[in-house]
């Protein structure tokens, strides 16, 4: 079976066309061969007819001819007048028989006197039956039939009766109860009717042909403009369809059933082409749609992730603080006590100027420590969220007040952007100056000097509350470390220079407020945040059992 793609190569004896005009030919023909055969044998039987009325006619004139001179008994007569008689163009013999068959007269030298077989022609026509027939029909009375040299012949009989005239003569011999006295025996050559019937199907032929011919011709063409033609361009109007060309139309070329028909599979090429646009239009929008979603999942479950890994570390580094908190706080206590001892009693110290120095870097990596378990402490607990309505403006501008004058130290220039129209959110006003003020803090870190940090505040159409853009012209963060930026404890920094605490914290409040956070950065051009906060928290948030603050230090 063809596919639909592939145009089925048809032979061509399988074209419409072709099988069309083939019947009606064949049809045709068997018509007019049927109706010249018919033409034909009446035409030559109309050409027998009228020969044998002439050989009738002919006989009659020879019987017209010669009464006188047979009532007279005058045979040399007879003889002359068969003779000037047979000698006329179309009659080949003329013989006058006697009732018993013996030949009186012939235009045929040595005939005379002789007998006739009772089997031919001229006694059969009379004397085939019993009773004999002395008054044969016309019809009975011709015979055509052929000589040895293929030559066809016309017989034709006309009874000699005897007349009432005949038995009162004085010279007269027959009885009057005599009916037939003999018969006249004309014989016609056929030739020239035959070439007349030649001519005459010759010329049949040559018209049947000519007109079997016309009319095929204007049947085909009139088939061809109301039939042929339009199923042609729906034929392949429908190829085309076939291999997925919907676009494809036929051509509407009359009025009648088949150019409503052509109209009709026209409209429907035509809504089909108009399903296939809409079905295609959706399979993109559920494709673009699954993509989207996939998108979102993939998100979550990114989110997710992070959530449960600083969940888990957040648990260990809360054990791990309380454990290490403790010890450090003392050595920190001890090494103070020793240092300011010695300070105030210089000469009865024992310390060298190194053990001092070591005294001093013991106090300073324990506050270190101190700070980082600080950190670890406010990194584990989850801080409960005191819900107010906040007024962005105002923490974005006392955050860039707070860093002013690192700023300008670094001689980085802080540019803000408040869009009109941003509306007041309901969030912790504490956590999200926190927030900005990492976000800040880290750009300027990124940045050496005579940089530009940008803060942009503008209202939001995704969650419908308003977005943070901090913007740096640092050196971006490499891409392989993008996804683990919210992680604690990594950081891209050099060593000593953080502890990879402040962007998890970050992540932490924009979780608690069900915002979203989002990174775009190129390493060498800088880094952008994306801070989606929603106009409103769910119902919960901020109510006692549901992210209250913990006290517990």
């Given at each position: 079976m063809a596919s639909m793609g592939t145009p089925r190569r048809r032979a061509w004896h399988q074209h419409l066309a072709v099988r069309f005009g083939l019947a009606?030919?064949?049809?045709?023909?068997?018509?007019?061969?049927?109706?010249?055969?018919?033409?034909?044998?009446?035409?030559?039987?109309?050409?027998?007819?009228?020969?044998?009325?002439?050989?009738?006619?002919?006989?009659?004139?020879?019987?017209?001819?010669?009464?006188?001179?047979?009532?007279?008994?005058?045979?040399?007569?007879?003889?002359?007048?068969?003779?000037?008689?047979?000698?006329s163009p179309g009659i080949s013999r003329i013989r006058l028989l006697d009732r018993a068959g013996h030949v009186k007269s012939s235009t045929v030298d040595g005939e005379v006197g002789q007998q006739v077989d009772s089997s031919e022609f001229v006694c059969q026509v009379c004397h085939a039956q019993e009773p004999p027939k002395f008054d044969p029909p016309r019809a009975e009375r011709f015979r055509i039939h052929e000589n040895a040299a293929g030559e066809r012949f016309l017989d034709v009989i006309a009874p000699i009766y005897n007349e009432p005239s005949c038995t009162?003569?004085?010279?007269?011999?027959?009885?009057?109860?005599?009916?037939?006295?003999?018969?006249?025996?004309?014989?016609?050559?056929?030739?020239?009717?035959?070439?007349?019937?030649?001519?005459?199907?010759?010329?049949?032929?040559?018209?049947?042909?000519?007109?079997?011919?016309?009319?095929?011709?204007?049947?085909?063409?009139?088939?061809?403009?109301?039939?042929?033609?339009?199923?042609?361009?729906?034929?392949?109007?429908?190829?085309q369809v076939g291999r997925g060309d919907l676009s494809a139309r036929a051509v509407v070329?009359?009025?009648?059933?088949?150019?409503?028909?052509?109209?009709?599979?026209?409209?429907?090429?035509?809504?089909?082409?108009?399903?296939?646009?809409?079905?295609?239009?959706?399979?993109?929008?559920l494709e673009q749609r699954v993509r989207d979603k996939t998108d979102e999942l993939?998100?979550?479950?990114?989110?997710?992730?992070?959530?449960?890994?600083?969940?888990?570390?957040?648990?260990?580094?809360?054990?791990?603080?309380?454990?290490?908190?403790?010890?450090?706080?003392?050595?920190?206590?001890?090494?103070r006590l020793l240092r300011r001892q010695h300070e105030k009693d210089d000469e009865g110290c024992s310390f060298s100027e190194e053990h001092m120095r070591a005294l001093k870097l013991m106090e300073s990596e324990t506050q270190r420590c101190g700070t980082i378990v600080r950190n670890l402490l406010a990194f584990s607990r989850t801080p409960g969220v005191r819900l107010a309505e906040?007024?962005?403006?105002?923490?974005?501008?006392?955050?860039?007040?707070?860093?002013?004058?690192?700023?300008?130290?670094?001689?980085?220039?802080?540019?803000?952007?408040?869009?009109p129209g941003t509306p007041k959110i309901q969030c912790d006003p504490n956590q999200i100056q926190q927030l900005i003020l990492a976000l800040v803090m880290n750009g300027m870190e990124s940045m050496a000097r005579d940089g530009t940090l940008r803060?942009?505040?503008?209202?939001?159409?995704?969650?419908?509350?308003?977005?943070?853009?901090?913007?740096?012209?640092?050196?971006?963060?490499?891409?392989?470390?993008?996804?683990?930026?919210?992680?604690p404890f990594f950081t891209t920094k050099e060593e000593?220079?953080?502890?990879?605490?402040?962007?998890s914290v970050v992540y932490g409040?924009?979780?608690?407020?069900?915002?979203?956070?989002?990174?775009?950065?190129?390493?060498?051009?800088?880094?952008?945040?994306?801070?989606?906060?929603?106009?409103?928290?769910?119902?919960?948030?901020?109510?006692?059992?549901?992210?209250?603050?913990?006290e517990a230090s």
């Open positions: 009606l030919g064949l049809l045709l023909i068997t018509m007019f061969v049927l109706l010249g055969w018919w033409n034909l044998a009446t035409q030559r039987d109309h050409m027998v007819r009228l020969t044998g009325q002439a050989a009738d006619q002919c006989s009659n004139l020879v019987r017209g001819a010669t009464r006188e001179a047979m009532l007279r008994v005058e045979m040399d007569r007879v003889d002359r007048i068969l003779g000037t008689l047979g000698d009162t003569a004085d010279c007269h011999e027959h009885p009057a109860k005599q009916r037939v006295l003999g018969v006249i025996d004309v014989e016609m050559p056929l030739a020239a009717t035959d070439a007349l019937i030649r001519d005459s199907e010759h010329q049949l032929g040559v018209g049947l042909l000519a007109g079997l011919t016309a009319f095929l011709a204007l049947t085909y063409f009139l088939t061809w403009r109301m039939v042929l033609r339009p199923v042609q361009s729906l034929a392949v109007a429908t190829e070329h009359s009025e009648d059933e088949l150019g409503a028909m052509t109209e009709t599979w026209n409209a429907t090429v035509e809504e089909l082409q108009t399903a296939r646009g809409q079905l295609e239009g959706w399979s993109r929008k993939e998100s979550a479950h990114g989110r997710m992730l992070v959530v449960e890994k600083m969940a888990a570390l957040g648990k260990l580094a809360a054990v791990v603080a309380h454990e290490v908190n403790n010890p450090l706080a003392g050595v920190a206590t001890y090494a906040t007024d962005l403006a105002e923490i974005v501008e006392r955050c860039l007040l707070l860093v002013k004058h690192k700023a300008d130290l670094q001689r980085i220039s802080l540019e803000h952007e408040i869009v803060v942009r505040v503008a209202p939001d159409t995704t969650i419908g509350g308003a977005v943070l853009r901090i913007e740096d012209d640092g050196c971006g963060i490499p891409p392989d470390a993008l996804p683990h930026i919210y992680e000593g220079e953080g502890v990879g605490l402040g962007l409040i924009v979780e608690r407020h069900h915002g979203f956070i989002d990174v775009v950065s190129e390493p060498g051009l800088g880094t952008t945040f994306h801070v989606r906060l929603p106009l409103t928290q769910p119902d919960g948030v901020g109510e006692d059992g549901n992210g209250q603050e913990d």
